[in-house]
């Protein structure tokens, strides 16, 4: 199964993930975790290209799409993995949220691999850009404005659960574990 997890920055995706993996664990899963960007060469120079001044502006946009997708192509193999629960911090949905021209970012990543399961962590913008760092150039409320905007309507071609993140950490992770639970037919009315 692969579990996608999608949100605005500052959503709490890496927390969440690790609870839901300790949890997907104690329940006897094997889980293994992907970040997107990655931390191969071809993410490494998204991280940088991400702080420029200018990376919200068109050229650039397009430039990481292809940057992303590379990326992204990079660790198919593991995507792959039958043999586990994959939990992915971020997927090709994000390039759809984050970048344009849209029609251009799907045929980019016409192989990407769908989720099964895409938990969308739906935050405030306002809590978003108080959250974050303000390093890189997409952390800012305009921009996750849209990026909202885009992933409440993507999440309609995947089977999805929108989660409220803006409640605290264990009711998130409670709200999570309640979610995932019927596809992996563990019992929803046991979770505390
Ligand atoms: P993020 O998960 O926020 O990493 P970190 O916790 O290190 O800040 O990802 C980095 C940024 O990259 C984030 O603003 C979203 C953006 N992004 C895209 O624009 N397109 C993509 O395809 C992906 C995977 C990420």
């Keep these: 199964m692969y579990i996608v997890f999608e949100g605005i920055d500052g959503a709490g995706k890496s927390t969440q993930i690790k609870l839901l993996k300790q949890?997907?664990?104690d329940n006897g899963f094997r889980v293994e975790t992907i970040v997107e960007p990655t931390d191969s060469e071809v993410g490494k120079l998204i991280r940088q290209i991400l702080q420029r001044p200018d990376a919200t502006e068109n050229n650039v946009q397009k430039t990481l799409g292809l940057l992303f997708a590379?990326?992204?192509?990079?660790?198919m193999d593991k995507l792959n993995d039958k043999s586990k629960i994959i939990i992915s911090d971020r997927s090709f949905i994000s390039s759809l949220a984050y970048q344009k021209p849209t029609e251009w970012i799907s045929i980019l990543n016409k192989y990407a691999k769908k989720p099964d399961l895409l938990l969308l962590l739906d935050l405030d913008v306002k809590k978003s850009v108080a959250r974050t760092s303000g390093q890189d150039t997409f952390e800012n409320e305009e921009f996750l404005t849209q990026v909202k905007e885009n992933y409440l309507k993507l999440v309609e071609n995947y089977t999805h659960e929108i989660i409220d993140a803006n409640n605290g950490k264990n009711k998130v992770s409670s709200d999570i574990k309640k979610a995932v639970a019927p596809y992996?037919?563990?019992?929803?009315?046991?979770?505390?």
């Design 70 to 75: 590379a990326d992204r192509m990079l660790i």
């Design 23 to 25: 949890w997907l664990e």
């Design 184 to 192: 992996l037919g563990i019992c929803p009315d046991c979770i505390p």
